[in-house]
C-alpha cells in the first residue's frame, strides 16, 4: 500500500513543460492570481504572438512580392506586429479586455486584407479558427464567447457574399493569389495543430494532478481507518457505526517516556516516536491489524473487525510480540532505553466514524477499557492479556499465569503474561 507520507514527499510525475523563455514570454502584462485567469490570459498571449508571426510572415512575402504595389498590406501586417507586441501588456484593465481587443482588430484587419486580395486569396479561412476562442474567454464566460462566435460568423459570411472575387490589389494577379492562399492554408493547419496540442498538453496535466490528487486521498483514508470502512464511506453511507461481538484491543505504551524526553530537543524526541511508531505501522501491516491511533507514546490497535474472532486475537498476539521485539531492536531515547508495557484484551465493542472537520475511525466499549488497563496494570517488556483473551488463544501462545490481580474499575481479576507463540 502507498503509504500517504511517501505521496508527499515523492517527485511529482514529470509533465510537459515549456521552456523557460518561453513561460516568462506567455506571462507578460499578466497580474492576475486567479489559476483560470492566468491560463486564458496566457492562451490570449499565445494568441497575440501568433499574430505578430502571421504578420511578420505575410509582410515577408507581400514585401519581396511587390512592396510599392502591395503597401497597403504592409502598412497593415506592421500595425498588427505592433498591436500584438503591445496588447499584453493591458492584461491589468480587465481580465478580458485584451482578448476583445485582440479579436476585434483581427477579426476587422482580415476583412480587410480580404477586400483587398479578394477571396480568391482564400483569407476568409482564418475566421474557421473562431472555435479557438473558447481557450481565451474560458467556459465560464460561454456567453461571452457565443457573442464573438456568432460575430465571427457574420463577417465570415458578409465576406464570402460581398467581398470582391479578385480585391483591390493587383486584381489581375493569380500567381500571387496562389501564393497567400498556399501560405493561409498552411498557417491555419499550422494554428490548428498548436491549438490540439495545447489542448491534450492541459488534459494529460489535469489527468496527471486528478492521479495525483485522488492517490493522496485514498491514502489519506486508509491512515484513519480500515479498507472496509473506507469503502463504505465512499460509496456514501453517512453514518458508520458497527457492532463488534469480539474484538481484540492491545494498548502499546513506553516506560519512562515523559522524564527521558523532558531535557531532550524536540525533533529529536519526535524522530524517535516517528521512528518506533513507524515500525509498529508496518508490524501492524504485515500482520492484519488495524491500527486505531497514538496518543502520545501510547499505541492503540485492533483486529477482529471481521472474519473469526479467534483469527483476530491470534493476529494480535503475534502483533504485540513483534513489537516487543522492534522496540528492543530500537534505539534509545537520548541515553535511556525505553521499555514497552503492552496490554490485549478482548471483547465486545462499538466501532465508528466521528467527526466532520477532521473525521476519524474510533473504537469504544469493554474491549478498549479493560485491554487499556491490562496495559497500565502490566509490566515493562511484558505483554499484560485478560482472561478472556487467554481463553480464545491458550491453543496459539504459551503464557505465564499471573493470578488474581487487583484492577482498578474492575476489581479482582485472573490474568496471565503472553511470553511467546507455540
Known sequence: MM????LVRRERK???AVPAWLDRLLSVGIVATDPQIVRRQRCVNAGAYAAVLSGSSYAAITSLYDWRALLPLNAYNALLVVVALVLPFWHRLGENFVAIALIAFISLGQLYTIWMLGVTADLQVFFLLAGAML?????QNWKLFVGFFLYSAVLLLLALNYGPIDGLLLPTDGRLRDLISSHTMLSVQII???IIFYALTLLHRAEVELE???ERSEALI???????????LKNGEERIADRIETLSVVFADLVGFTPAAHDLPPEEVVGFLDSLVRAFDTLAEQHGVEKI???GDCYMAAAGFDGPAQDGAVAIGRFALAMLQANDAHAPLGAAKLALRVGIHCGPATAGVIGDTRFSYDVWGAAVNVASRMESHGRPDRIHVSAAFHALTRDAFQYEERGVTEIRGIGPTQT???VAAK
Do not use: C, N, S, W
Open 212 to 214: 495525483q490528487q485522488h
Open 192 to 194: 490548428y495543430a498548436g
Open 14 to 16: 514529470r509533465e510537459f
Open 293 to 295: 491511533k497514538t496518543v
Open 416 to 418: 496471565y503474561f503472553l
Open 135 to 139: 481557450f481565451l474567454f474560458g467556459v
Open 222 to 232: 486508509a491512515t484513519v481507518m480500515p479498507d472496509a470502512i473506507a469503502a463504505r
Open 3 to 6: 503509504r500517504l507520507r511517501d
